[in-house]
């Protein structure tokens, strides 16, 4: 290791535990200081430390989708200024998807050299979803878009703040072309406070141990963080593995689109390789070579070591190839506002491709999509304009010895939460009619243990003139059960109109117009179950019912267990 030798093994361990705790304070610093529920209650962000190369050190909880975004995000500001181009006191915002940004234009990124005796010896970066960055729909992301120019605002890579000095010509540009300005800026007031709480942090400990122990402690996190990864690539099969499947739509009506994976593994390699995948598609689920990598940089921890500490050591063993303009390494000017979907896609089908030969790492398959609402619209008590932005929660898949999860957000949106009622009823022009679990009456998820179960969260409109935008994947294609267990269920949404009249179901619809009193009724998928449904024993089968996880009418026809609805007596049937 470089520059390591003459320092303590002890000395380095708290170093490392000191920049990780940076990290850590640089999150709730961000969250404390955000005026966007999307990321004080949601926590739709991610923010870390890299070395002076760009190399992850720490990344906080929040989006796992964002894991290896905070690297590109500081290469290109490398990139884009080389030499002495950069000074103490700059902070450079980004959100091109294709220069550095990695995901969609609503997550803006900021970043800060940090220096310490005129020597960059580290970055402090972060990267929030913001309410609004303009484009063509309230909420900026949205599911019809044809090309990058309706989605937003683009920051390639520019100079937020000059040596300290804010660049009030961006500012003004934001307050001008968003649709709650101060929401965005006050978002982008909480990324700095939380960039220069990590400069401070990192002064500090450069104060406390000197520079040089800093750069070796550096040196060694990484290397650590590729050992541990590299002795744990020796414990998995080594062959090469294949999936396939599709994403549903582009959301302006074409698809589905054809993914596909081969992952090889091999004593100091897992390799990824996505080519023969649809190509970059019209509409807004393209996703950028950025996303694709972060994607599969979230499966790989799972598969590898779920515990271990993420920096960009641990991914030193990891390969990721695809065809160039494919729709998971998209190029400009293709839209990407729903890029999570193919993002999501990607990690499940290596997901999918090593789930069956390593029970003891991998669940079935769950509900995938982030399943994003944005509701607009006027409140009705103060006649403000509104705008809710969130992910959904729904069922992850069962393992070879538990039960599924129930309620819980997608892989891709990691530590993230649903915007409480409370705040939802206060804030917006909507009342919560319903937040339950799902009942699909159809088996999903049925195994010897079953899939975690989807929700319904029912939104009424209190004022008329509002609009839902709706991306629901997985909704042709469903969660995938293993060892003959049953395929969960879709997601999918219907809207109740006043007069009760019922349209749907859809996956997938842009701004669909409600009135007061009607009810837009956001219905999740079950995640796949695992084993033989005859082999759940019949005393939980009765409890399931009793529960309302499966009717009387599941019971008998997926488990041969016949159940007493008054009394929940049981018996097995034969077949058993």
Same mark, same amino acid.
Not at 81 to 92: A, T
Not at 275 to 280: H, N, V
Not at 510 to 521: E, F, G, I, M, S
Not at 541 to 565: G, S, W
């Given at each position: ?36 529920? &999307? ?93 609004? #960055? ?11 878009? /044809? ?8 920051? !390639? ?46 002064? =500090? ?6 520079? $040089? ?6 040196? @060694?996190?990484?290397?650590?963080? $590729? ?50 995948? %649809?190509?970059? #598609? /019209?509409?807004?689920?393209?996703? %950028? *070579? ?12 799972? &598969? ?21 303009? %494919? ?22 089908? #290596? ?21 994003? /609402? ?13 705008? &809710?932005? =969130?992910? !959904? ?5 069962? !393992? ?14 990691? $530590? ?5 009622? =409370? ?35 029912? @939104? ?48 997938? *619809?842009?701004? @669909? ?16 179950? *695992? ?13 399931? #019912? ?31």
């Amino acid at each position: 290791m470089t520059n390591t030798t003459k320092i303590d093994p002890f000395t380095l361990e708290i170093v490392k535990d000191s920049l990780l705790a940076a990290g850590d304070e640089m999150f709730v610093a961000l969250a404390r200081t955000s005026m966007s529920p &999307i990321i004080y209650e949601v926590l739709d962000y991610a923010s870390g430390l890299t070395d002076a190369k760009g190399n992850l050190l720490t990344q906080g909880n929040g989006v796992t989708g964002f894991i290896g975004m905070l690297t590109f995000m500081v290469k290109e500001t490398l990139n884009k200024y080389p030499g002495d181009q950069l000074k103490p006191g700059d902070i450079i915002i980004i959100n091109d998807p294709y220069q550095g940004g990695g995901s969609h234009l609503s997550d803006v990124g900021l970043v800060m050299p940090i220096f310490y005796e005129g020597e960059i010896i580290a970055f402090s970066a972060n990267k929030a979803h913001w309410t609004e #960055v303009g484009g063509k729909d309230p909420g900026s992301f949205t599911n019809d878009s /044809v090309d990058i120019f309706q989605e937003g605002l683009q920051f !390639s890579c520019l100079k937020l703040f000059d040596e300290g000095k804010v660049n009030d010509a961006i500012v003004e540009i934001i307050r001008s072309n968003v649709r709650f300005p101060d929401l965005s800026l006050g978002d982008m007031w909480a990324q700095v406070a939380a960039l220069r709480t990590g400069d401070r942090r990192l002064q =500090e400990l450069c104060e406390k141990h000197s520079k $040089e122990t800093i750069l070796a402690a550096i040196n @060694y996190l990484l290397d650590h963080g $590729e050992e541990i990864a590299r002795q744990e690539l020796k414990n998995l099969p080594k062959g090469t593995f294949t999936a396939e499947d599709f994403i549903d739509t582009d959301g302006v009506g074409n698809g589905p689109f054809p993914i596909k994976v081969k992952v090889t593994i091999t004593d100091d390699e897992f390799i990824c390789d996505f080519r023969g995948s %649809s190509p970059q #598609v /019209v509409g807004p689920v393209n996703c %950028s *070579y950025t996303g694709l990598v972060s994607a599969v940089r979230t499966i790989f921890l799972a &598969i590898t070591n779920p515990d271990q500490d993420v920096n960009d050591g641990v991914f030193r063993p990891l390969k990721v190839i695809v065809d160039p303009k %494919s729709i998971m390494s998209a190029e400009r000017p293709v839209p990407v506002s729903n890029y999570f979907e193919t993002l999501l896609g990607s990690l499940d089908l #290596v997901w999918k491709a090593m789930a069956p030969h390593l029970p003891n790492r991998l669940t079935a398959g769950h509900f995938l999509s982030v399943c994003a /609402v944005t509701l607009s619209g006027t409140h009705q008590d103060t006649d403000e304009p509104f705008l &809710i932005v =969130e992910p !959904s929660v729904g069922g992850w898949g069962a !393992s070879d010895r538990k039960d599924g999860e129930s309620g819980q957000f997608c892989m891709a949106d990691g $530590e993230t939460y649903n915007v409480p009622v =409370e705040v939802a009823e206060t804030r917006y022009g909507v009342m919560l009619d319903e937040y339950s679990l799902r009942q699909d009456g159809n088996g999903a998820g049925a195994g010897k243990y079953i899939g975690g179960k989807g929700v319904i969260r029912s @939104y009424r409109a209190m004022s008329d003139g509002q609009a839902v935008t709706v991306t629901f994947g997985r909704n042709q294609f469903l969660p995938w059960g293993i060892a003959n267990g049953r395929d969960g269920s879709p997601n999918e949404f219907y809207v109740v109109t006043s007069d009760g009249e019922t349209d749907g179901p859809y996956g997938v *619809y842009p701004r @669909y117009k409600l009135d007061t009193n009607d009810v837009v009724r956001l219905m999740t998928g079950t995640g796949g179950g *695992y084993g033989d449904p005859k082999e759940r024993p019949a005393a939980q089968v009765a409890m399931d #019912v009793k529960n309302d996880y499966f009717t009387v009418e599941e019971a008998r026809e997926h488990f041969l267990v016949e159940v007493d609805p008054e009394t929940f007596d049981y018996k097995e049937l034969p077949g058993r």
